[in-house]
């Protein structure tokens, strides 16, 4: 059984391949065509993974669609007439076609041209999966529990913005739902704008700068989002993210707005709260402690549905999905929050999962298969021979040197205080860098992480740097718990008698953001960190993305020489071998 999932015409497009159930590939769009976040359809994500397994598309048996349209259709409907004034309407229910239905059915079309296809094989085999459906089947069938209470909470889908499930063997249930526009993900959003940050993503910034501040505005906040006994309710009066403006130049309707947001916070939130902060003016201390204050708010409120969601279901074990689903400060805070025993969030929780889980979705809830498979790695993506990474270095008149067993050669040079780009085998599914495309350095260092921020990153010089240990010594350093942590996305105390010896990845609070080595999902990065520990004693090596500023993640061999000679990275380690800057 071969089963396609896409999910397309939205930021983060992605595409997933399963076969009988196993995960032959995933890919974020984005790191294939090299525009950060990148929307629209996942051509070149899709034939990657058709060329993983060797198939064509006329190959697949299902291809799982992350979005259904016929799903909450009648609230949409209702909304839009609450919401449009009536003179909108013509323009607006012909732009909402062109945008809302017309593009998502042009899956058929895109796929038969662009992939190549029988476009009746292509029809028939389409399956349209709800997107939370398809959220909280990418986390449950990756996860090792059998049975499991499902969280998934983002900015909006298929006009839900939050859900409640469960899983059990191969079933999904649905218990309950929020509606837009009561969202988390936009309230989160909308305030990361106010601070500064209109990108796309941004929200990991202001989590980042919420540890420098005091939540001294919770009052303030908790009159615009409160929980109630079904949920949450927000007080739009605060927002204008629901309130679209018209506007008449229709341009090219594949990719015009007929609504616009001016601003997706209203003028009596800034009454409250001031204006907002320009991008790249200096952070005031009101600032930080607005974040602090959100950063709070979203946990006291996800902590109050989750204790909903254990009466409901009274399962130990906890699964987690959608954009909040990536705030690891969060998640870290799970445990000792709510009922909840064991918490799991696989490792492309936003949107870009969305492809894996309609995939999975289709495959275990619609076809009935047994449960069998847990995600074992991330690494499910593109990797390269060392014929390949040769010939790019060649290609680049670069001087390199191959070695037998690269490890202990970049472990004595982390030590030394290098920055390495390590380039190895394939690469990770999702935003984080786990050891595949990821730049290393010394976690003991303690000017490490301002000149990482400052010399290669050029990024906020708040922002912190993750560790990634070795499993099995991770509790002497960390508060996991008996956690393990293996796609960085839980952030955790690290023990107070630790942190002097740690400094480059110890945030400002005392917390890092975790990634234990196990022995068998990356077998040469744990040999690298085991190198590391011989050397100075310390079981973990720093751990960031290996980009440019602006860029997604290093996919190519071509893509890591490019960001390796246009930063102060010290050593390239690509495959099996080394190229120092100082040659």
Not at 185 to 214: C, D, N, P, R, W
Not at 362 to 378: D, F, M, P
Request: charge should be neutral; hydrophobic fraction near 40%.
């Amino acid at each position: 059984m071969i089963i396609l999932g896409v999910s397309s015409y939205h930021p983060d497009a992605s595409a997933a391949l399963i076969v009988d159930g196993e995960i032959v590939a995933a890919v974020d769009e984005e790191r294939l065509n090299r525009i950060k976040h990148s929307p629209g359809f996942p051509e070149l994500a899709i034939k990657y993974c058709l060329e993983k397994a060797r198939i064509t598309l006329d190959e697949v048996d299902h291809i799982a669609v992350s979005n259904d349209l016929k799903v909450n259709l009648w609230r949409k409907i209702a909304f839009s007439l609450s919401t449009f004034p009536a003179k909108a309407w013509p323009g607006y229910f012909r732009n909402y076609m062109r945008q809302r239905v017309m593009r998502p059915l042009n899956i058929l079309d895109d796929l038969a041209e662009r992939v190549g296809g029988d476009p009746g094989k292509i029809r028939s085999g389409i399956r349209r999966v709800e997107h939370h459906n398809a959220h909280a089947a990418s986390t449950y069938y990756t996860s090792p529990f059998k049975e499991a209470a499902i969280l998934s909470v983002d900015g909006s889908g298929d006009f839900v913005t939050s859900a409640f499930s469960y899983g059990k063997g191969s079933s999904l249930m649905r218990l309950s739902q929020t509606y837009w526009p009561d969202s988390l993900g936009m309230f989160y959003f909308a305030v990361t704008q106010h601070l500064g940050f209109h990108e796309i993503g941004a929200e990991g910034k202001v989590m980042a700068l919420a540890s420098y501040g005091k939540p001294r505005y919770m009052e303030e906040f908790r009159k615009i989002i409160h929980p109630t006994k079904d949920g949450f309710k927000m007080d739009m009066d605060y927002f204008t993210f629901h309130l679209p403006v018209l506007i008449d130049n229709w341009g090219d309707p594949t990719t015009a707005q007929f609504f616009v947001y001016r601003d997706w916070l209203s003028e009596k939130f800034h009454k409250v709260f001031g204006p907002g902060r320009a991008p790249g003016a200096e952070y005031t201390a009101k600032h930080m402690d607005i974040a602090a204050s959100l950063q709070a708010t979203l946990e006291e409120t996800v902590f109050h549905l989750l204790k909903m969601l254990y009466r409901k279901t009274s399962s130990d074990d906890l699964c987690l999905a959608g954009g909040v689903a990536l705030n690891c400060v969060m998640n870290g805070k799970v445990a000792a929050n709510t009922p909840f025993k064991r918490v799991f969030v696989q490792p492309n929780a936003g949107d870009g999962g969305l492809s894996l889980g309609s995939a999975l979705y289709v495959y275990h809830h619609e076809l009935e298969q047994e449960k069998t498979h847990t995600l074992r790695s991330a690494s499910l993506g593109p990797e390269y021979t060392n014929a390949e990474v040769e010939s790019a270095l060649k290609e680049a008149k670069l001087e390199y040197t191959r070695y037998d067993d690269i490890a202990p050669e970049i472990a004595s040079r982390i030590a030394d205080g290098k920055i390495i780009g390590w380039f190895q085998g394939k690469m990770e599914f999702g935003p984080r860098a786990l050891g595949n495309r990821s730049l290393l350095a010394d976690p003991r260092s303690p000017e490490m992480k301002d000149i990482i921020n400052r010399r290669v990153k050029k990024r906020e010089r708040f922002r912190p740097f993750a560790p990634s240990v070795l499993e099995e010594d991770a509790k002497t350093y960390f508060g996991l718990n008996g956690f393990p942590s293996p796609y960085m996305l839980l952030a955790v105390d690290v023990h107070a008698g630790k942190r002097a010896s740690v400094p480059a990845i110890t945030h400002v609070d005392g917390t890092a953001r975790v990634q234990t080595v196990d022995k068998a999902s990356n077998p040469k990065y744990r040999r690298l960190i085991e190198e590391f520990k011989k050397l100075t004693g310390v079981p973990m090596v720093l751990n960031t993305s290996f980009n440019l500023k602006g860029e997604p993640v290093v996919s190519s061999p071509q893509d890591a020489i490019k960001s390796f000679m246009a930063t102060r990275i010290d050593v390239l380690a690509i495959e099996d071998y080394i190229v120092e800057k100082e040659r």
